[in-house]
């Protein structure tokens, strides 16, 4: 096939960075993302990117768009692990995590969702159509249509979802994928005010492992604080996922009654709009091609 045209749906992180690669590769492209806004988009939970995904998005972003990521972006900080007394059981400081002299796009990064998305968007906005709901596709030959709620289509030589955990387009393609829950339920939150809270929670990621049940993830990005504290689901009420932020932050305080008060200060002054809890998904392996 010479010069093939390509359609992505979703123009989420894997979206618009295989949409920068492949114009670099001098391909055709357009990317159909349901969502209007840069905001209308995941929270701002921060995202560690590995040295392999700092070198796949600086060879796919054109120039511009990796200065913005990296302007964004953090160098990670340390690592540490936790008591629940908020004393060190491991800890990585930077310089073990990042190769001292290891080039920009062989290093770890923090950023995040919204910041990584807006260095993504740059420069795409003559193939991202936004507002596109992709509904399912339909093959013509070799030219593969897909068909959107407000009634368009877009045709093209390959068809790529990159519409995320939920792809619409993974469910035509491979009806039998399935989800996977993973059986553990995590409460997160934005805590805006990270410089009034200890120096060990503000300087790097932790995890705490505590002397009985539950774990607590947390790391700072762009000044704020975030958290995420995970049990067995069904250690939760049934209806968890339905409490507001403020009944989310007590629910978290409750279990962890007996930990250090920094811990207690991260959670109680997170913001309650940010606070929420979800099941923790996964995917099990499955075979790339339908077999019929
Ligand atoms: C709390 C949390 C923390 C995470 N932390 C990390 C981390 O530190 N490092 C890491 O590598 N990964 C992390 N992940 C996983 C990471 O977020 C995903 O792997 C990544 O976002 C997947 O990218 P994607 O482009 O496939 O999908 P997404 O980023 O989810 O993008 C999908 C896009 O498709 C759009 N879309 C969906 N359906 C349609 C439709 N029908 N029509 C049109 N558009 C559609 C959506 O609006 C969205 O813009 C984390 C995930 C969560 C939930």
Redesign the pocket.
Known sequence: MTNPSVTI????????ALAHGLRRAGIRVDV????YERT???QG??????PA?ARALHDCLPPPNWQEFRAAASPGGGFGFLTDRATDLLAFDESEINRPGAPESERHYGIG?IRLRAALLSGLDDVLHRG????HYDRTGDRVTAH?TDGTTATADLLIG???????VRAQLLPHAQRIDTGVL?I?GRNPDAASLAPTLTTRANIVLPRARGSLFTAVESGEAIW?YSDAAGTFPTDVTGYDGPALRALVRSRIDGWSPDFHALIENSDPATVNA?HVKSAGPVSPWPTT
Not at 9 to 16: F, K, P, S, Y
Request: cysteine-free.
């Open positions: 749906i979703g123009g989420g992180v894997g979206g618009l159909y993302e349901r969502t209308d988009w995941l939970y921060r995202i560690h990117i590995s995904g969702r596109k709901t992709f509904t959107f990159a519409d995320g955990a939920n792809s619409a995590t997160a995420g979800f």
